[in-house]
């Protein structure tokens, strides 16, 4: 009896300990399963942003990739500037490389991202053209990219962040160009180009109300209304600590979206924590990890989660937010971390 009670407490302690972070983050490992693809409910996609380089020269990585998920994303191979570093040259070979890796390892893809106002090169930007010369770059650079991988990928992040915080379309240069009509285009001609792909407009800080969220959400409807194909919107999820949702956040604008009877994928999935990280800060991160993939296997619409960077070695958060990182479930020694564990937790958990 009193071996039970000592068995109990010894095991309440455990609980606790785990749920506090405290524990190394081997502790659910003996579990039986090979990767995150094996736990996730079989109707959901678990997918990765993968770095070009990192992928062909580093065999841990692309068996990490290969073991966990079921999807990947190309982090920066499919970008504009990479396919088209100058007027005259395309270079799809990067490209090719992942869509040949998803094929010979049963993964499927997602295409990211044929509009978007960042990663455009300088040959595009600085010189004057008529409108009409830009339309013509535009329409075969969407038809060019979604037809060479239609026996490939079936579904594109077509438009990316076309939507500023205050709800207003962003100033960019496909907007100063074309108008805000290129929205609307971009997925005519991904339709053209693939009639079966799923095609999701993406962004940033949408996982909350707030007249982002009411931008977007107006955007789709009208889409819908007018019979644009458009199939999902795109919740990219980089989270931090001045962009961190409730719960009941999340799960009121996915309801929104479902009930336009839109598809929700979580696309990017990262959580930053301040450096150097305290212990609060990492419960926090972990914490998160488990509501976010709870509220997706929760929600029919949920069909995707995705993560951005496999490590806190490719992570892009370190340049780009000042003082934030560590944001991934793996360590920069490609070590799964706690936050791992909690991920798995939240898309077992019933
Ligand atoms: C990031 C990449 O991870 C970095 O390697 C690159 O330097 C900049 O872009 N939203 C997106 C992604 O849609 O394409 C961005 O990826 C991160 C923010």
């Given amino acids: 009896m009193l071996t039970n009670i ?26 039986s399963h090979k990767g995150l693809k094996d736990i996730i409910s079989p109707d959901k996609v678990i997918g990765i942003s993968v770095d070009y380089l990192e992928l062909k020269n580093n065999k841990t990585y692309s068996n990490l990739v290969k073991n966990e998920f079921s999807s990947i994303t190309p982090e ?31 993964l499927t893809l997602r295409g990211h991202t044929p ?28 038809v060019e990219l979604i037809s060479r991988y239609k026996n490939s990928i079936f579904t594109w992040d077509v438009v990316n962040e076309a939507i500023n915080s205050d709800g207003s379309f962003r100033t960019s240069y496909w907007l100063n160009s074309l108008g805000k009509d290129y929205i609307k285009d971009a997925f005519i001609l991904a339709h053209y180009a693939n009639p079966k792909a799923k095609l999701f407009y993406n962004d940033y800080d949408i996982s909350k109300p707030g007249p982002k969220f009411d931008a ?89 989660l995705n993560l951005w960077s496999l490590s806190d070695k490719t992570s892009w958060i370190p340049s780009h937010f000042k003082g934030l990182g560590q944001a991934c479930v793996y360590d920069e020694n490609l070590n799964k971390k706690s936050a791992y564990d909690f991920l798995s937790s939240g898309l077992i958990k019933e």
């Fill in 76 to 106: 920066n191979a499919m970008k504009f500037e990479t396919l088209h570093p100058t007027d005259t040259i395309s270079d799809f070979r990067q490209a090719d490389y992942l869509v040949s890796f998803a094929k010979n390892n049963n």
């Fill in 115 to 142: 509009i978007w106002h960042r990663q455009l090169p300088l040959w595009l930007k600085s010189k004057q053209r008529t409108k009409d010369q830009t339309r013509a770059i535009f329409d075969k650079h969407v």
């Fill in 6 to 31: 000592k068995n109990l407490f010894f095991l309440f302690a455990l609980s606790f300990l785990s749920a506090c972070s405290i524990l190394p983050s081997t502790h659910l490992e003996n579990k």
């Fill in 216 to 304: 977007v959400y107006k955007l789709a409807k009208n889409l819908l209304k007018i019979k644009i194909p458009i199939h999902g919107i795109g919740f990219q999820m980089h989270l931090r600590p001045e962009f961190m949702p409730k719960e009941s956040e999340i799960r009121e604008v996915f309801n929104k979206i479902s009930e336009l009877g839109l598809e929700i994928h979580i696309t990017e999935l990262d959580i930053a924590i301040p450096l150097p990280a305290s212990t609060e800060d990492i419960r926090n991160q972990n914490l998160a990890y488990e509501m976010v993939s709870r509220i997706c296997k929760s929600t029919m619409n949920c069909s995707t």
